[in-house]
T-cell receptor, first 117, second 116 residues
Framework: GAVVSQHPSRVICKSGTSVKIECRSL??????MFWYRQFPKKSLMLMATSNEGSKATYEQGVEKDKFLINHASLTLSTLTVTSAHPEDSSFYICSAIIRVLSNYGYTFGSGTRLTVV | GENVEQHPSTLSVQEGDSAVIKCTYS??????FPWYKQELGKRPQLIIDIRSNVGEKKDQRIAVTLNKTAKHFSLHITETQPEDSAVYFC???????????????FGSGTQLTVLP
């Protein structure tokens, strides 16, 4: 249970185009979704936190106009990389909070490898 | 905000030996400390976690210890096997006073190599 489905798994796009990444919670409602970016051999860095029905909260240094996040329903959050450039090439991964017995935990999407050429 | 530091960045051990990875955190409000194993291009996989109301937790060959006073926690892997080779991340998260969870902050990662 508590699966987050992330698509696409890999995408190659040309500089200047936009790419949308989707994360769907399959068997639970994700009121909060976290979006991370991971460069090769580096850690997962939080980009933004999205809450269903409200504006996303972006971490310092992350351009909100470039990385558009939409969380219009309890089961779908999307990240759109607008006007992508080669430096945006990275591994993007979403994460949602889940209930674990009387506590909480986290589940992750399978990640999206974005390559901008 | 929370800052999590992880050491070492690389660790090589002989098969059968033990491996220890250490992390420190800065936010005293953090009370959930998971450890993840990540293979190249894959999602992080939870291998063990600990909450602030316990000091140690063990699951077969894997154990985690937590020292809240010193703000550090460690991952211990015994009887290492080649398939344990991967990148391991520690993480920490606090909860709001309302009980709602917040985001995970990850350590920088440790590349563990188990030599056959």
């Amino acid at each position: 249970g508590a699966v987050v489905s992330q698509h696409p798994s890999r995408v190659i796009c040309k500089s200047g185009t936009s790419v949308k990444i989707e994360c769907r919670s399959l068997d639970f409602q994700a009121t909060t979704m976290f979006w991370y970016r991971q460069f090769p051999k580096k850690s997962l860095m939080l980009m933004a936190t999205s809450n269903e029905g409200s504006k996303a909260t972006y971490e310092q240094g992350v351009e909100k106009d470039k990385f558009l996040i939409n969380h219009a329903s309890l089961t779908l959050s999307t990240l759109t990389v607008t006007s992508a450039h080669p430096e945006d090439s990275s591994f993007y991964i979403c994460s949602a909070i889940i209930r674990v017995l009387s506590n909480y935990g986290y589940t992750f999407g399978s990640g999206t490898r974005l390559t901008v050429v | 905000g929370e800052n999590v530091e992880q050491h070492p960045s690389t660790l090589s051990v002989q098969e059968g030996d033990s491996a220890v990875i250490k992390c420190t955190y800065s936010d005293s409000a953090s009370n959930y400390f998971p450890w993840y194993k990540q293979e190249l291009g894959k999602r992080p996989q939870l291998i063990i976690d600990i909450r602030s109301n316990v000091g140690e937790k063990k699951d077969q060959r894997i154990a985690v210890t937590l020292n809240k006073t010193a703000k550090h926690f460690s991952l211990h892997i015994t009887e290492t096997q080649p398939e344990d080779s991967a990148v391991y991340f520690c993480a920490a998260s606090p909860t709001f006073s309302s009980g709602s969870a917040r985001q995970l902050t990850f350590g920088s990662g440790t590349q563990l190599t188990v030599l056959p």
